[in-house]
């Protein structure tokens, strides 16, 4: 199958071979949602809350579009959208111990086993990117630099989606070649119409902290990260509907729970 008749040049000047061009014919908007709350630290604790809910959305973001005659067809969510980010982080000093709520009375062993004891992070929860379906047969290839999509025939969603099967490639079949040329057209699958796993983590930190002298301080630290030890699927999904894994993700975002111990000394 030959692709030239797909190229614009080829049937009014027979050029077949790969051109450069640039034109001012993309388009990117942006709009969100950005809220913040602080609290300073009083009365034992501080935090900043912040989320945005926010929507991109363009046409030839990388400047390769997937028809050189309708670079339209390429609109859609751009690459980078996360449509949710909610992030918060704390300070916090447990209320137990000398001029605190609780047992401000405590003497002795009991004091130090109750006082000095910090709680202190960051939590992060976002929606995935947005990604594309594909095709990799190399029948239907078509020519375009953005790569190929296939037509939609059903519901992609699946009821509980994972790393075998993160959306259904079922829903998906492949463009059927022209009648005359053999070239297979575009598929109708919009751009980035399907969405990658998003990400919740909490690095979360606790804190002793012990006075050993008037001058000399001291603080047990335990260091979190991942604390919940949450498996965030990759956001590389294998989207071409025509490969043996279809579907699936065959990795992480973010490594598996970590911790670290640590003494720290001042005066």
């Not at 001012?24 to 945005?52: E, G, I």
């Not at 995935?128 to 992609?156: E, W």
């Not at 463009?175 to 796993?197: C, D, E, I």
């Not at 490969?243 to 975002?253: L, V, Y």
């Amino acid at each position: 199958v030959s692709f030239n008749p797909r190229k614009p040049l080829f049937n009014k000047f027979g050029i077949t071979q790969g051109i450069s061009d640039s034109c001012s014919c993309v388009s990117s908007s942006y709009n969100s949602l950005q809220t913040k709350l602080t609290k300073r630290f009083s009365k034992n604790s501080s935090f900043l809350l912040s989320y945005t809910w926010a929507k991109a959305l363009d046409y030839g973001e990388f400047g390769n579009p997937t028809d050189q005659h309708n670079y339209k067809v390429d609109y859609g969510p751009a690459d980078f959208d996360r449509a949710s980010v909610f992030t918060l982080g704390h300070d916090y000093i447990l209320p137990f111990g000398s001029g605190q709520r609780w047992l401000s009375d405590a003497h002795g062993v009991v004091r130090q086993l109750v006082e000095g004891w910090q709680w202190t992070g960051g939590t992060m929860l976002q929606s995935g990117y947005p990604f594309s379906p594909g095709v990799n047969t190399t029948s239907s290839f078509l020519n375009a630099d953005q790569g190929s999509r296939p037509d939609k025939i059903g519901d992609a969603s699946v009821s509980n989606p994972g790393r075998d099967g993160w959306f259904n490639p079922a829903a998906y079949a492949l463009p059927p070649p022209g009648s005359v040329t053999g070239v297979y057209r575009f598929g109708y699958a919009a751009k980035n119409s399907l969405r990658a796993p998003g990400v919740a983590i909490a690095n979360w930190a606790f804190f002793k902290n012990f006075k050993v002298t008037e001058r000399l301080n001291a603080q047990f630290r335990w260091e979190n990260f991942n604390f919940f030890n949450r498996t965030n699927l990759s956001h590389f999904v294998d989207s071409a509907i025509d490969s043996g894994s279809a579907g699936k993700i065959f990795g992480i975002s973010e490594p598996m729970r970590n911790m670290q111990f640590a003494l720290r000394l001042s005066w």
